[in-house]
T-cell receptor, first 113, second 111 residues
Framework: DAGVIQSPRHEVTEMGQEVTLRCKPI?????LFWYRQTMMRGLELLIY????????DSGMPEDRFSAKMPNASFSTLKIQPSEPRDSAVYFC???????????FGPGTRLLVL | QKEVEQNSGPLSVPEGAIASLNCTYS??????FFWYRQYSGKSPELIMS??SNGDKEDGRFTAQLNKASQYVSLLIRDSQPSDSATYLC???????????WGAGTKLIIKP
């Protein structure tokens, strides 16, 4: 089992640029979560998909953030335009049907200059 | 008011001693409770889950749940330097498979 796969692992960009983070959940898992983690705010849920449908996006900070899940094996989180305050580690996690245990990917460390 | 609270630490424990980590939650309807471990620069990984009042043991780890008092604890026996990490408590509050996370407790095991 390959686990949750995220790319890129590190991203350095300049303010105003578009950033796209990618996630491949564990095969057979039907729930997918995007989190952001910072020292100040800890682990924050951004958006939660179930069967490719966004269920709760109340954690998405503002319109600059968007997320899609076009199929069961792929999701993207896009930030456009990026700002320095978006610098954080972004995790993707997935969980099996009707289970709450979440399995995390390695994360994408984003730095916006 | 935070829904899941943990002492941020750091909690310093000598090697070989018992480390005790605590977590309180606000919603009496919560049914599922999880402890994750996160090493610096790594992603959270599940250590234990607990669903019923009482103790659940797995090797050196014991989770304790008290729903009446709304707290869940994690005990680590015979602490090792490799146990040094941040421990995150997570609770299912909304019964929709989302987890609410505490801020985490940083644990340091001193050799």
């Amino acid at each position: 089992d390959a686990g949750v796969i995220q790319s890129p692992r590190h991203e350095v960009t300049e303010m105003g640029q578009e950033v796209t983070l990618r996630c491949k959940p564990i095969s057979g898992h039907n729930s997918l979560f995007w989190y952001r983690q910072t020292m100040m705010r800890g682990l924050e849920l951004l958006i939660y998909f179930n069967n490719n449908v966004p269920i709760d996006d109340s954690g998405m900070p503002e319109d600059r953030f968007s997320a899609k899940m076009p199929n069961a094996s792929f999701s993207t989180l896009k930030i456009q335009p990026s700002e320095p305050r978006d610098s954080a580690v972004y995790f993707c996690a997935s969980s099996p049907t009707r289970q709450e245990t979440q399995y995390f990917g390695p994360g994408t460390r984003l730095l916006v200059l | 008011q935070k829904e899941v609270e943990q002492n941020s630490g750091p909690l310093s424990v000598p090697e070989g001693a018992i480390a005790s980590l605590n977590c309180t939650y606000s919603d009496r309807g919560s049914q599922s409770f999880f402890w994750y471990r996160q090493y610096s620069g790594k992603s959270p990984e599940l250590i234990m889950s607990i669903y019923s009042n009482g103790d659940k043991e797995d090797g050196r780890f014991t989770a304790q749940l008290n729903k009446a008092s709304q707290y869940v604890s994690l005990l680590i026996r015979d602490s090792q330097p490799s146990d040094s990490a941040t421990y995150l408590c997570a609770v299912n509050i909304y019964s929709n498979y989302q987890l609410i996370w505490g801020a985490g407790t940083k644990l340091i095991i001193k050799p």
